[in-house]
């Protein structure tokens, strides 16, 4: 695939002043956002769902290869309805194509919008029902993005945070974000806060056996590890070899899987590796029963 042309900018108009500009790019637009500017204003569902067709229409246009074109439907969204969160969050991927270090302050922009939009009061009312409402999915999705974003930059925290955030906002979880919460604590080593979110998601899930077993190892409690170690094999028996390296990962991730699947493995292990490598001993551990038939083995 070509390497696409840097956009040329799209001159907008903010729905807040900025000092000396008539006019800015969208990227300086969504960074503005970002800092915290802008303020709710009244929503326009026709001017929305108007942006919204031409933000659909911008994203055929960038599958066609016409970058330019997409980056210029996109203005013409957020001219439209200055919050349309489609036409933000497309224009954030056309603008980390030529620059990565663009995507994060985008988010952050793109989180922005969709909130001044939404409104405090509709926040604030709707809050455990998100995503179970229509207009607040693009919201989510941005969030999530924004979610997988920052532990490239170290901000483990902040990851945590967002994560928390979005489940509040929808304790249904429809997006299965809780995987990643409950990895990134057992990669921190807050126990508690793995355990309560176990406790709340009270699933048969790959992350929550291994996660369990994990923190039994690390805390030494030799009675439990033959169980622990049978009920995470019984879950998934596939994922070990993942995780103590006795079998590669696929260069692609599955596309779906059944439960108890190796694809269903190939899919949970790339967060949960990062869970046990942050705890070396356990993953010796794990490594030196690895392939063994469940009996009493030996903490490390």
């Known amino acids: 695939m070509a390497k696409p042309p840097p956009p040329t900018p799209q001159i907008i108009e903010l729905p807040f002043d900025v000092p000396d500009e008539e006019g800015v790019s969208p990227l300086v637009y969504l960074k503005l956002l970002a800092d915290g500017g802008g303020a709710h204003i009244p929503a326009d569902p026709a001017k929305r769902e108007t942006a919204q067709r031409l933000a659909y229409k911008a994203m055929e246009l960038l599958e066609a290869g016409k970058f330019q074109k997409a980056v210029e439907m996109c203005g013409n969204a957020f001219l439209t309805y200055p919050f349309c969160v489609e036409a933000l969050l497309l224009t ?30 509709f926040i604030r009312e709707n809050t455990g029902h998100f995503w179970l409402i229509p207009e607040t999915r693009p919201y989510m999705e941005a969030l999530a993005m924004l979610a997988q974003e920052q532990p490239a930059v ?26 990643g919460l409950a990895s990134l604590l057992l990669e921190l080593g807050e126990w508690d806060g793995f355990n309560d979110i176990r406790g709340k998601y009270d699933e048969d899930s790959p992350v929550f056996s291994w996660g369990e077993l994990l923190v039994a190892v690390v805390e030494g409690k030799a009675e439990v590890l033959a169980r622990k170690l ?31 699947s190796q694809e269903e493995a190939a899919s949970f292990t790339p967060m949960l590796l990062l869970a046990w490598q942050a705890h070396p001993g356990a993953l010796a551990w794990l490594k030196a029963v690895g392939g063994k038939k469940t009996g009493e083995p030996q903490t490390p």
């Open 92 to 121: 954030t991927e056309i603008l980390s194509v030529t620059k990565p270090g663009n995507r994060l302050p985008c988010l952050r922009g793109v989180i922005r919008a969709a909130e001044l939009d939404l409104g405090e009061e």
């Open 154 to 179: 170290g901000d483990k925290q902040a990851t945590k945070a967002t994560i928390q955030h979005m489940l509040k906002l929808n304790p249904n979880d429809n997006q299965g974000i809780r995987y």
């Open 230 to 260: 049978a009920q995470a094999r019984k879950i998934n028996k596939h994922l070990e070899a993942y995780l103590t390296g006795r079998k590669k990962l696929p260069k692609n991730a599955p596309p779906y899987y059944q439960m108890g």
